[in-house]
């Protein structure tokens, strides 16, 4: 186990992202073959991933255990998550979000007006 900020987490969960990230979560609402993946990424990012790029994801999630292939139906094969998968995308889910938070926070503070509160808070006294 590694550790980030105040939790405690299995090593790797903050490396899966970029196009892994995004196959976990088309798969987290079904089963979806390859091309319904390409699609469905489009959809929810506006980017077209390419099928090399989806397939080598693919390929690495199948091999940690975090997706597996589902019987071949009209030539297309199925992939959905497993229970370590769906496991893994809660806490890298919940990780994202914590850190979304600290990212909110902190933006909120650079959009406040400098003044004597600001310049106090960042150390700075007139």
Known sequence: MVSFGRTRRREGVSKLNGPPLLVLTSLASGPKHGHALLKDIQTFT???????TLYGAIARLEERGLIAALPEQDRRRPYRLTPAGAALFREVIAEMDHVIGVGKTRLAFL???PGPE??????RLG
Do not use: F, I, K, V
């Not at 506006?46 to 090399?52: D, M, P, S, T, V």
């Open 46 to 52: 506006g980017e077209r991933l390419g099928a090399g």
């Open 111 to 113: 959009a406040s007006p």
């Open 118 to 123: 600001t310049d106090a808070a960042q150390g």
